[in-house]
């Protein structure tokens, strides 16, 4: 049974920086691609960054050139910086694999982007 915790949102004003950690544990981490996900609220989860096993990368439109998803294979952990938050980043944000393919979603990490 894959477990997947993610931690480190919070309130932070616009234009600050927040970076997330999702651990894994319960699979072969270093053979997925891994990815980020977020829901607003009123809104569907979407994609928002993936990194396969090799270390390519891969944004949406929305956080490209501000997000940046990175991964340690030896800690089991893929990591998301975001910086120059928008308010519109605000949103619960989690990880899974790359399409999503552990059938456990975590608690997720509620991200706010708010003066």
């Known amino acids: 049974q894959v477990q997947l915790v993610e931690s480190g949102g919070g309130l932070v004003q616009p234009g600050g920086s927040l970076r997330l950690s999702c651990a894994v544990s319960?699979?072969?981490?270093?053979?997925?691609?891994m990815g980020w996900y977020r829901q607003g609220p009123g809104k569907q989860r979407e994609s928002i960054a993936s990194?396969?096993?090799?270390?390519?990368?891969n944004y949406a439109d929305p956080v490209k050139g501000r997000f940046t998803i990175s991964r340690d294979n030896a800690k089991n952990t893929v990591y998301l910086q975001m910086n120059s938050l928008k308010p519109e980043d605000t949103a619960v944000y989690y990880c899974?694999?790359?399409?999503?393919?552990?059938?456990?979603w975590g608690q997720g990490t509620q991200v706010t982007v708010s003066s």
């Open positions: 990194i396969s096993s090799g270390g390519y990368t």
């Open positions: 319960g699979s072969r981490f270093s053979i997925y691609d």
């Open positions: 899974n694999s790359a399409p999503p393919r552990f059938g456990s």
